[in-house]
Every structure is written in C-alpha cells, then in structure tokens.
C-alpha cells in the first residue's frame, strides 16, 4: 500500500517561498513517477509540476521559473520548492504517484496514489 505523507504548507506573503515535502512510503520510490497537484476553492485541480524515475521534469506555465519540483530517492522524499509566490498560487497542494508511465505528464487518472494535501495560502 502505497502512502503520501505532504507538509510544509502555510501562509506566506506574495513573494514569499516555501517548500512542499511528500514522504513515500510502501513501494521502490524510484520506480514511479511523482507530481504535484493544486485545487484552489471552487476549481478543478490541476497539475503544477512533475518528475520521473530518470529525473525529467514538466511544470504549468504559471509556475515556471518559480518552483522547481525534486526527489531524494535515498530519504524516499519528493520536494516541491516555490518562490516568488503570488496569492493565485493559494490552494490545497497534493502529491501523487504513478505506478506506471504516465500518457501525460498532469494526466491525474495515471497517477493511482494520492497524499492528504497541505494548504498554500499566500496573501498580498
């Protein structure tokens, strides 16, 4: 059984950084592929950036240049580090992992395991 643990969460001030952290527990860490998924009230969720077992990665445009998504296979530990946080960047953070190749990098019904979440509010 594969389990997603996230913190790091919190409030910050618009231009502010904080660091996600999703400890993996149950399978082979490197043998999935890993991402960071966003819901902010009232929209859909959405993919915010993502890495797989060879360490390629894929951000949303409305991220990019700002956080950068990275995995500790040695402590099982996937890390999202956002700076330059703006308020649009509020939302419920959840990592997610798939157990095979994904069709798409933010294709969420490839990814099989979900995390908790941990809230992002960022205030101007």
């Known amino acids: 059984q594969v389990q997603l643990v996230e913190s790091g969460g919190g409030s910050v001030q618009a231009g502010g950084s904080l660091r996600l952290s999703c400890a993996v527990s149950?399978?082979?860490?490197?043998?999935?592929?890993m991402g960071w998924f966003r819901q902010a009230p009232g929209k859909e969720r959405e993919g915010v950036a993502a890495i797989d077992r060879d360490g390629s990665t894929s951000y949303a445009d409305s991220v990019k240049g700002r956080f950068t998504i990275s995995q500790d296979n040695a402590k099982n530990t996937l890390y999202l580090q956002m700076n330059s946080l703006k308020p649009e960047d509020t939302a419920m953070y959840y990592c997610?992992?798939?157990?095979?190749?994904?069709?798409?990098?933010?294709?969420?019904?490839?990814?099989?395991?979900w995390g908790q979440g941990t809230q992002v509010t960022v205030s101007s």
């Open positions: 149950g399978y082979t860490y490197s043998s999935y592929s």
């Open positions: 997610a992992a798939a157990t095979s190749l994904v069709s798409s990098w933010f294709q969420q019904a490839d990814y099989n395991s």
